[in-house]
């Protein structure tokens, strides 16, 4: 039996704790929320309506992609693929392609940003292992002009962080979505939490401050996973309407 992604791979490991996912995904609404794209999204209306709900759904066709055989993954990428193409045909425009590889960028910043954040620093060949992953859903995809290797994607990272975030309405209205929706304590969970993971750049544009509350309670959560106190603390501080969700994105690896 192949998988997509080896059963061994680090990026099993980094996809299967819940606390990186919340993570990965804190920090992707930080930074897509300035993606000169972002326009996109608010095509269907379907983000602001549901920006938690979106979050779950893109979790759920990650997992399915880095958990799954060969082929199954492949349908999965192939399916995300058709979506996407519809809403083009209905909007009589095309998604560019430095749209989809900015998405592919952001789940290998934030695979590595936020399992070193949670758990201790990556190799060099790990670090290599994530980037060849999702660069491998990006062929399937058919994006041209992907890097090669790592150290291209370094490059070509740093030229999206310049080139293709700025501050915009739907910067502004997409943050305000998140607070009505994850309540005012949430969302200052959310937000300290974004600040620890996200780059420079991304914390420059969104005017984040340079201490992180979380930062001081950070060793104190660890300790909890250790003796299995972590999902105490998740318990108190999720929305109810997606706890059993959250818990089974934990997968022993």
Same mark, same amino acid.
């Given at each position: 039996?192949?998988?997509?992604?080896?059963?061994?791979?680090?990026?099993?490991?980094?996809?299967?704790?819940?606390?990186?996912?919340?993570?990965?995904?804190?920090?992707?609404?930080?930074?897509?929320?300035?993606?000169?794209?972002?326009?996109?999204?608010?095509?269907?209306?379907?983000?602001?309506?549901?920006?938690?709900?979106?979050?779950?759904?893109?979790?759920?066709?990650?997992?399915?992609?880095?958990?799954?055989?060969?082929?199954?993954?492949?349908?999965?990428?192939?399916?995300?693929?058709?979506?996407?193409?519809?809403?083009?045909?209905?909007?009589?425009?095309?998604?560019?392609?430095?749209?989809?590889?900015?998405?592919?960028?952001?789940?290998?910043?934030? +695979?590595?940003? @936020? &399992?070193? *954040?949670?758990?201790? #620093? !990556?190799?060099?060949?790990? $670090?290599?292992?994530? %980037? =060849?992953?999702?660069?491998?859903?990006?062929?399937?995809?058919?994006?041209?002009?992907?890097?090669?290797?790592?150290?291209?994607?370094?490059?070509?990272?740093?030229?999206?962080?310049?080139?293709?975030?700025?501050?915009?309405?739907?910067?502004?209205?997409?943050?305000?979505?998140?607070?009505?929706?994850?309540?005012?304590?949430?969302?200052?969970?959310?937000?300290?939490?974004?600040?620890?993971?996200?780059?420079?750049?991304?914390?420059?544009?969104?005017?984040?401050?340079?201490? +992180?509350?979380? @930062? &001081?309670? *950070?060793?104190?959560? #660890? !300790?909890?996973?250790?003796? $299995?106190?972590?999902? %105490? =603390?998740?318990?108190?501080?999720?929305?109810?309407?997606?706890?059993?969700?959250?818990?089974?994105?934990?997968?022993?690896?």
């Amino acid at each position: 039996m192949e998988y997509f992604v080896e059963e061994k791979s680090i990026v099993r490991k980094i996809w299967g704790k819940s606390d990186n996912i919340l993570f990965i995904f804190g920090g992707a609404a930080a930074e897509f929320a300035l993606n000169k794209a972002v326009d996109w999204l608010y095509f269907t209306g379907r983000l602001p309506a549901d920006p938690i709900g979106r979050l779950f759904s893109t979790v759920a066709y990650a997992r399915q992609i880095v958990f799954s055989e060969k082929d199954r993954a492949f349908a999965a990428i192939d399916k995300m693929r058709s979506i996407h193409s519809a809403v083009e045909e209905n909007r009589g425009a095309q998604i560019p392609d430095w749209a989809y590889r900015d998405v592919l960028f952001m789940l290998i910043h934030y +695979s590595i940003s @936020s &399992f070193e *954040l949670l758990e201790r #620093k !990556l190799t060099r060949s790990e $670090k290599e292992e994530v %980037f =060849f992953v999702f660069n491998d859903v990006g062929k399937r995809m058919g994006l041209k002009e992907l890097p090669q290797n790592y150290d291209a994607w370094l490059i070509a990272r740093e030229q999206h962080l310049q080139n293709d975030l700025q501050k915009t309405k739907y910067t502004d209205d997409l943050f305000l979505q998140y607070k009505k929706h994850l309540g005012v304590t949430r969302y200052f969970l959310l937000e300290q939490a974004q600040m620890l993971v996200v780059p420079k750049r991304v914390s420059d544009l969104l005017s984040f401050g340079k201490i +992180s509350a979380i @930062s &001081f309670i *950070l060793p104190v959560y #660890k !300790l909890s996973n250790k003796i $299995k106190l972590g999902w %105490f =603390f998740k318990s108190i501080i999720l929305p109810n309407k997606y706890k059993s969700q959250i818990r089974d994105l934990d997968v022993v690896v």
